[in-house]
């Protein structure tokens, strides 16, 4: 396994001809097999709470991450699988679906900003800003000239929330369409997913070279230093899964976060509520 970080070994390119189909969505690192990696994804899934925590506590900080793929991408299993390790207290999952009419009426980022986390809290983005240069684009929503400019106005928002203390992780979750079709299959033969299905899953992958198009050129325009894109190759789960935990992880380390000092003088309230705690003092155990 590579040990160069992950964070800089899925990070988009910057600049340069590049293509969706020229990155393999069933890479792994060198790791083969789920079960092997299965006690790595859990010991940085575990590590990324322990940081949220401090991220909570500090209150200095707070993160965002941009989720967005192709259907069956795997969008909600990442938030089950890898971000759902998070303390919910201190994380807030925004799904951002069809405007609503109330939505159509206003600017594309007035609905996505009061989502935006505060000092000590994270945010997922199960979709995201981004729609409005991908559906948008690929279905002829508004006109050209209007969704162009969006590039420019995402990144002048990203920048917004970066000045004020948020760090952005975006990720891409990378599929073969033929790990798509798998993937609606099984959604197929099994009951409990069946809820998922629209036919619009279907009609949809006539798109699939629009959609892929709409996508190199969104994380071209926006992948900046203050927020990146990562992406990640997703036809494995399990590669999936540490791939993001690990550049959550890493990006949080890099933090250099730390547990504020009390606010309140420790020898002073131990001395003072001495009689108390010995109250309180687990009773010998037998
Ligand atoms: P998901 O696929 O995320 O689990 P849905 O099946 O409800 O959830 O799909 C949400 C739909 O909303 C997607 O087809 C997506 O393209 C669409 N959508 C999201 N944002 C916009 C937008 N700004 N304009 C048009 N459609 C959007």
């Not at 293509?19 to 990324?48: C, F």
């Not at 909570?56 to 991450?65: D, P, T, V």
């Not at 279907?202 to 071209?220: L, P, T, V």
Request: proline share 6%.
């Amino acid at each position: 396994m590579s040990q160069r970080p992950f964070s800089d070994r899925f990070c988009a390119p910057h600049g340069g001809q590049w293509h969706l189909r020229d990155i393999d969505p069933a890479e792994t690192d060198g790791l083969h097999g789920k079960k092997k990696v299965r006690k790595e994804i859990k010991q940085y899934a575990q590590r990324m709470r322990e940081l949220q925590y401090l991220l909570y506590a500090e209150g200095k900080h707070s993160l965002l991450i941009v989720l967005q793929a192709m259907d069956a991408g795997g969008k909600d299993g990442t938030i089950r699988h890898v971000l759902g390790y998070m303390n919910p207290q201190g994380c807030h999952v925004a799904p951002f679906k069809v405007p609503t009419d109330e939505e159509k009426a206003h600017d594309f980022l007035w609905r996505v900003h009061p989502h935006a986390p505060g000092r000590g809290r994270v945010s997922i983005f199960n979709r995201s800003h981004y729609e409005d240069v991908l559906v948008v684009r690929v279905h002829d929503l508004v006109p050209e000239a209007q969704w162009r400019r969006r590039y420019d106005r995402i990144n002048d928002f990203e920048r917004l929330l970066a000045d004020n203390g948020t760090t952005i992780l975006k990720f891409f979750l990378h599929i073969s369409p033929q790990e798509q079709l798998r993937r609606f299959r099984k959604r197929l033969e099994n009951p409990a997913k069946q809820w998922k299905i629209s036919e619009a899953d279907y009609s949809e992958r006539r798109y699939w070279d629009q959609y892929q198009a709409a996508y190199e050129d969104a994380i071209a325009r926006c992948n900046t230093k203050h927020a990146p894109w990562f992406i990640i190759p997703a036809d494995h789960k399990w590669f999936r899964n540490l791939a993001v935990s690990r550049i959550v992880v890493e990006t949080l380390e890099g933090l250099n976060m730390a547990l504020p000092p009390p606010s309140v003088d420790i020898d002073e309230i131990r001395c003072k509520y001495l009689a108390e705690l010995d109250q309180a003092r687990e009773p010998d155990r037998q």
